[in-house]
């Protein structure tokens, strides 16, 4: 059998392009979870003043017409948007290709993981791809580093902010406009979970399950891939 990391196995070639895309959507949400611009927070109440009625969390989705109507209403409020725009819009931009990639590769990995069902890859199934050596540790990494990327936004970006900045985005970019924006996919993945790193704040009910399940795995996969970390020694440690 060809190895399975050779350049002409595109079946390891895949997982492997995932695993390593993966690795560097956390190296770059950890770098920009040093930078994420306080005023998102609103804690001061001269913030809350200054920007509270031109920052919104995902309540502005219920009714868009009437948050910008009141902005329109107020030339003062008007341009205060435009000066917050020209000075945020570069950072949020960074934010938002950092969420979106990790919405990108949960659905690359399911659709490596459907290919994998449908035949796509000569003689490759799951079952074959978990029974190599190199197949196995991937897999578990592929898996392994999502549930990362969840926890790290989750622990570094708390879901307020998120909020705020995935509208803030929304508003001053072109993603309102285009057709084939993965904007409402990447608010539902992202939506706050109610958790906060904060000592003494409660742990949501039913956390981190539901936030795991917003976008659905294969229970075979996550069921193999649990049993292969059960009983078997993936990294040769022994």
């Given at each position: ?15 492997l ?12 949400l ?43 209403a ?24 950092a ?46 580093l ?25 508003r ?40 795991f ?9 996550i ?13 040769n440690?022994?």
């Amino acid at each position: 059998m060809v190895d399975f990391l050779a350049e002409n196995n595109l079946c390891g070639q895949a997982v492997l392009r995932i695993v390593s895309r993966g690795n560097a959507i956390i190296a770059e949400l950890l770098r920009l979870s040093e930078f994420v611009p306080g005023v998102f927070r609103l804690k001061d109440k001269a913030d809350q003043q200054k920007y509270g009625d031109i920052i919104f969390d995902f309540s502005y989705f219920k009714g868009p017409e009437t948050c910008e109507g009141k902005l329109e209403a107020k030339p003062e409020l008007q341009d205060l948007d435009e000066e917050f725009r020209e000075n945020n819009i570069e950072i949020l931009t960074r934010f938002y290709l950092a969420f979106e990639s990790v919405h990108k590769y949960i659905v690359d990995l399911n659709r490596y993981l459907e290919d994998l069902n449908e035949g796509i890859y000569i003689q490759q199934t799951l079952e074959t791809v978990l029974l190599n050596e190199d197949g196995k540790q991937l897999l578990c990494e592929a898996l392994y580093l999502y549930g990362v990327m969840l926890l790290v936004i989750d622990q570094k970006i708390e879901g307020e902010v998120r909020e705020r900045m995935l509208v803030s985005y929304y508003r001053y970019s072109a993603a309102r406009s285009s057709a084939d924006s993965n904007m409402d996919d990447i608010c539902k993945l992202l939506r706050s979970t109610g958790f906060s790193s904060q000592p003494g704040s409660k742990r949501p009910p039913n956390y981190p399950e539901s936030y795991f399940s917003r976008v659905p795995i294969s229970d075979t996969f996550i069921s193999m891939v649990i049993g292969r970390l059960r009983s078997d020694d993936i990294y040769n440690q022994v």
